[in-house]
């Protein structure tokens, strides 16, 4: 079983940060994965 698990408390509601790119990013590469399970 896959699992992965993205945890980051600085998200804010701005889509232009360096936060908002690296959790597209970590999405990506976990939808590329093909995961079981992904918790935020």
Do not use: C, G, K, Y
Not at 12 to 38: C, G, K, M
């Amino acid at each position: 079983m896959r699992l992965i698990q993205i945890t980051d408390l600085h998200l804010s509601d701005r889509q232009d940060t360096p936060a908002a790119d690296a959790l597209r990013w970590a999405i990506t590469e976990s939808n590329r994965s093909s995961p079981d399970l992904v918790t935020f």
